[in-house]
């Protein structure tokens, strides 16, 4: 499942996407929100919370949208062929190089420059398509999708925990946070820092990241790891580090990945192989890498 640094960088490229102009094209294929419509808005910006895409519309309304396990946004050009101009029920004819004439419902299928739409996008993995005269952005096997006024955002987020990566993170929100995982008492700190509940944002990469760091074991006790703020803070730097990456999010081999997907491979500090194991409760536990020398439970 994409973590908070590359659902941050989405909402980045969402928001830059969707700048210019109303929507030209919507859609969005969801039991729940069929019939609704967002051509003729205009998008004011994407933020992330967590592991979530709120996507605010000029209405009042924001487009709430999770990745889940295989969810992913892909932004191309909408062709110039098309004639955005055209109003809401006109279909837009503008002819093409050769003379055959394009419609509106067309876009979807050309692109432009060295980016092309991606003729697959017309199947049954589209969940949500918006699109501005500029750019179209494709929304693939996302896992979650509501329509919702803006001012109810507070209410969607109630159950989770402070975002690692949000604006708002400073030392008070750091401290609030190092006292909410040391109140999870007798359980493992691996699956705590998981919970998206206690602390927004990370999964099993930067679990594992963070732990090594601060040479924890997953599963040590909550409640008996020294100075927890530290570690939402290094948490944070890791991933705004990938997120702000000009080369894409940290990858295994990157500075950042020494644990994650390394069974086997020698620790860089000690140089015994990293293992792995399972951290939490099934049917919920998670994958976590450590080193055994360095981790020591």
Known sequence: MPEGDVVLRTARRLTLALAEGELVRSELRWPTLAG????????????????????????????????????????????????????HGDIGVR??????PRDRRERGRYGRGPRTYDPAAAGSDVRAVLATASWTCT?????????????????????????VLGDTYDADVEAAIGEAIHAQGAREI?????????????????????????????????????????????????????????TGPNTRGSIAMV??????????????????GRVGEPPYDRIAYYCPRCQLR
Not at 95 to 100: E, L
Not at 227 to 244: F, K, Q, Y
């Open 190 to 246: 691996g699956a705590v820092l998981l919970d998206q509940g206690v602390l927004a944002g990370l999964g099993t990469i930067y679990m594992a990241e963070t732990l090594f760091r601060h040479k924890v074991s997953p599963w040590r006790a909550a409640a008996d790891v020294p100075d927890p703020a530290a570690m939402s803070a290094t948490a944070r730097r890791l991933m705004l580090g990938s997120a702000d990456a000009p």
């Open 95 to 100: 002819r093409s190089a050769g003379g055959r």
């Open 36 to 87: 609704n419509d967002l051509t003729g808005l205009r998008s004011l910006g994407t933020v992330s919370y967590g592991k979530n895409l709120l996507t605010r519309f000029s209405d009042g309304r924001t487009l709430h949208t999770h990745l889940r396990m295989d969810g992913t946004w892909r932004v191309t050009a909408t062709p110039a062929e098309v004639d955005d101009r055209a109003g």
């Open 259 to 276: 644990t994650y997907g390394r069974s086997g491979e020698p620790c860089v500090r000690c140089t015994t192989p990293i293992r792995d």
């Open 139 to 163: 929304g693939h096997q996302l896992g979650m999708m509501h329509l919702l006024r803006t001012h109810d955002e507070s209410r969607l987020l109630a159950p989770l925990g402070p975002d």
